[in-house]
């Protein structure tokens, strides 16, 4: 079983400073691992991806994660963050493998809240 | 593309009736849908999978009887809460999945707000 920790439920920053968000996972197979972002009052869009391949992994909005597979993290980061990022930040992960497809089950983190303050 | 929407929004009840949520892929065909439940300050939490035509695969510990789950057709999933107690109270969000080529992702819904008094 896959499970997933977010060490930090809440980060306040400054606007244009940079921002990491922690996550680390534990599984006893290969996994995905995935980052989910969640407006207020919008569903879930995904941020990124890491299926396989490189570790450095870029997603929308100027965000990247990097793939540890020793530290089993997926920190996420933003080198200047703006207002509009203020979010709730899911960190993800998946033992599917693809492309042999099927449903696929994702386990969550329990978030982070991203405020970005003035 | 590929937006998910639910009805209600936001809905509130009394103690022993039940409750429809709907989950719609707006302008995809979802073969797999999914339906989790969020408790405040924590994680989403898998409660089903359904695909289209066949029965719903319940995680450990959800009571099928209780959150009946039909997938009637490629864009509509319905999760309805049966004789609703006030700790059904909770955030119900859905996503659906496309299949082939990407398996890897899921669109999700703006969730339905539960509340049973």
């Known amino acids: 079983a896959q499970s997933v920790t977010q060490l930090d439920s809440q980060v306040p920053v400054f606007e244009e400073a940079p921002v990491e968000l922690r996550c680390n996972y534990s599984?006893?197979?290969?996994?995905?691992l995935f980052w989910y972002v969640q407006y207020p009052n919008q569903g879930l869009q995904l941020l990124l991806k890491?299926?396989?391949?490189?570790?450095l992994v870029k997603g929308i909005n100027g965000f990247e994660a990097e793939f540890n597979k020793s530290q089993t993290s997926f920190h996420l980061r933003k080198p200047s963050v703006h207002i509009s990022d203020t979010a709730e930040y899911f960190c993800?992960?998946?033992?599917?493998?693809?492309?042999?497809?099927?449903?696929?089950?994702?386990?969550f983190g329990k978030g982070t809240k991203l405020t970005v303050n003035p | 593309g590929a937006v998910v929407s639910q009805h209600p929004s936001w809905v509130i009840c009394k103690s022993g009736t039940s409750v429809k949520i709907e989950c719609r892929s707006l302008?995809?065909?979802?073969?797999?849908m999914f339906w989790y439940r969020q408790f405040p300050k924590q994680s989403l939490m898998l409660m089903a999978t359904?695909?289209?035509?066949?029965?719903?695969?319940?995680e450990q510990g959800v009571e099928k009887d209780k959150f009946l789950i039909n997938h009637a057709s490629l864009t509509l999933s319905t999760l309805t809460v049966t004789s609703a107690h006030p700790e059904d109270s909770s955030f119900y969000i859905c996503?659906?999945?496309?299949?082939?080529?990407?398996?890897?992702?899921?669109?999700f819904g703006p969730g339905t707000r539960l509340t049973v008094t």
């Open positions: 996503s659906a999945q496309t299949g082939y080529p990407h398996y890897d992702e899921q669109y």
């Open positions: 599984s006893s197979v290969s996994v995905y």
């Open positions: 890491y299926l396989s391949g490189s570790t």
């Open positions: 993800a992960v998946s033992s599917r493998a693809f492309p042999q497809g099927g449903s696929e089950k994702l386990v």
């Open positions: 302008d995809f065909q979802a073969t797999t």
């Open positions: 359904s695909n289209e035509g066949s029965k719903a695969t319940y």
